[in-house]
């Protein structure tokens, strides 16, 4: 299946049915309006075309107007798109943060509250004095900005007392770290225990491929989320953010003014992560965690800036990977730990068969360390770069509990002989177009392939497969660790874009977990439906792929 035969199928059938527009005025009262429809004095404006039950995506643009000051368009992007999303944002919210506190306790969510505003705190800060001069910490401001504009347009009220907002929907990466970062020394689990907090031993978020084509005919990046099933209430989104890098009447436009990024309800970053930039960037990531808990220590509420406003300042300010990873690597969190990959589409061309130094840089942060390299010359020998929860530098490695994980449980938490690995190694070199790379990225077929075995009963797992499905593993079964059992979890996507598609900053994309070797999922056939929020999600996930034109070039 080549690119131009699926490109043509897939745009017969959009439409731009049930759309809605929305737009923000700053009026002389020096209030903000939100209003139907596009205002001639539009601060903000914004378009949500609702396809949700069709292909498993809502698809929402919002554009700012540069003539306002930064700080204006950044409240006023958060407004709109609040306006326009707030009744997704409550049911994926009610789906994924809702009775936190209930559920992890009173304890620790209170520190979780307490860190994060002694944070901002400091964030804030550092913006009043550095913002007008340094174009990151005018970045940094601009997206506190965006997210109070998004709380102050949903307002949404929690339930239960104590529970948290908005806001926490924007920090659930980081979130997972913190409610270990946060227990006390003393009561910490040791990192071989099966499972704490919203973690689980060995649980993986994402799985991500670079492939060179022979001959270099074309450079595809592709990316599979990870996650639990409840999350699954998806936006696919463009922003175009008239942002200068400082503020001021002679302000230079930002690099990355321009980002399509997958994403859910609520949510300003993309999360999974999978990021398309004007810059001519492609960013993304696989978690590689930490287990090592002597590092927690390097985990504190000063000095440091959360990792999801980390990415989102790196999106829009570098213009190749060594400046990103540069940007991202400033005041370094400890939290939502990753190997990034960012991909500089404008270092290649068809055709190359030598590929041009800093065209794939990557980057690994745990807690108190940050490593980025250039390794363009590992993806010229190999003509791939898989990713897949494992750090690649033997010092991340070593640093954060590998090895004593390898130890204890064998090669599965290998970087080489990982399942995921060896199933990349094996398959990557049959690539040869579009459909063979979105076939391999949605691999699973666990019973069958010997790869997928592990020392369990049944003897195999579905997590042991390039897009995971878990809820397939048999809940009575047995299994050495808890990430290969039976549980709501699994691949949820799968997200791809090529040297043609970069430009236009559009990815093909496939809604839901997979079903190419496995049946469909369907909530009412799941076990864990009565114990699992799904508001607003279909029964069935089986969506055709889809390669999405917004309307606002």
């Not at 809502?58 to 950044?74: C, H, I, K, R, S």
């Not at 300042?313 to 213009?319: D, E, S, W």
Request: charged fraction near 20%.
């Amino acid at each position: 299946m080549k690119l131009l035969a699926l490109s043509v199928a897939l745009a017969a059938s959009l439409c731009t049915c049930d759309a809605s527009l929305a737009s923000v005025t700053y009026t002389e009262d020096h209030k903000f309006h939100v209003q139907d429809g596009v205002a001639e004095n539009w601060v903000a404006k914004a378009n949500l075309t609702r396809k949700y039950y069709e292909t498993g995506w809502d698809f929402l643009e919002v554009e700012t107007n540069g003539d306002y000051p930064d700080n204006d368009q950044a409240y006023a992007a958060g407004l709109v798109e609040a306006y326009l999303t707030k009744d997704l944002v409550v049911m994926h919210w009610n789906n994924t943060v809702s009775g936190y506190c209930q559920w992890q306790g009173q304890e620790m969510c209170d520190k979780l509250n307490d860190y994060v505003a002694t944070n901002e705190q400091w964030v804030n800060s550092m913006v009043e004095q550095n913002a007008a001069s340094d174009p990151y910490w005018h970045q940094v401001g601009l997206v506190y900005q965006q997210l109070n504009g998004l709380i102050d347009g949903v307002d949404l009220t929690p339930s239960i007392p104590g529970d948290p907002g908005v806001k926490w929907l924007n920090i659930a990466g980081d979130l997972e770290d913190l409610e270990v970062a946060l227990t006390t020394p003393a009561n910490r689990p040791k990192h071989l225990k099966a499972s704490w907090g919203s973690r689980t031993l060995g649980s993986g978020h994402c799985s991500a491929l670079i492939k060179v084509l022979p001959g270099g005919e074309d450079l595809y990046t592709a990316q599979v989320t990870w996650s639990s099933f409840q999350s699954m209430m998806r936006i696919q989104k463009r922003y175009v953010f008239n942002y200068g890098q400082t503020d001021g009447p002679d302000k230079v436009a930002i690099p990355g003014r321009v980002s399509t990024f997958s994403s859910y309800p609520g949510i300003l970053s993309s999360q999974d992560d999978f990021s398309i930039l004007s810059s001519g960037l492609v960013t993304q990531e696989t978690t590689i965690g930490n287990s090592n808990n002597d590092l927690w220590k390097f985990v504190q509420p000063e000095g440091q800036v959360l990792e999801w406003i980390r990415a989102v300042v790196a999106n829009n300010l570098a213009t190749s990977g060594e400046e990103w990873t540069d940007v991202f690597g400033r005041h370094n969190s400890g939290t939502y730990n990753n190997q990034w990959m960012v991909v500089d589409y404008k270092r290649f061309k068809s055709g190359d068969t030598a590929l041009r130094p800093g065209l794939l840089w990557i980057l690994e942060q745990i807690p108190g360390t940050v490593m980025a390299e250039d390794v363009t010359g590992v993806l010229q020998s190999q003509q791939y770069w898989p990713s897949y929860n494992s750090p690649y530098f033997p010092e991340i490695f070593n640093l954060s509990g590998n090895p004593e994980l390898v130890d204890e449980y064998g090669d599965w938490f290998s970087y080489d002989m990982t399942p995921r690995a060896r199933i990349f190694r094996r398959d990557q070199d049959g690539v040869t177009d579009v459909g063979s790379m979105m076939k391999l990225m949605r691999y699973n077929d666990y019973k069958n392939d010997p790869l997928s075995a592990c020392d369990c009963e049944p003897p195999y797992s579905g997590e042991n497969a390039i897009s995971a499905r878990c809820d397939l593993n048999p809940a009575n079964g047995t299994y050495p660790f808890s990430a290969l059992g039976h549980r709501d979890h699994g691949g949820t996507d799968m997200k791809l874009t090529t040297t043609k598609l970069v430009p236009v900053m559009e990815f093909i994309s496939i809604a839901g977990p997979t079903y190419d070797q496995q049946p469909p999922f369907q909530w009412s056939k799941a076990d864990f439906v009565d114990t699992t929020p799904h508001w607003g999600h279909p029964d069935l996930f089986q969506f055709d792929p889809i390669q999405w034109n917004f309307q606002w070039q």
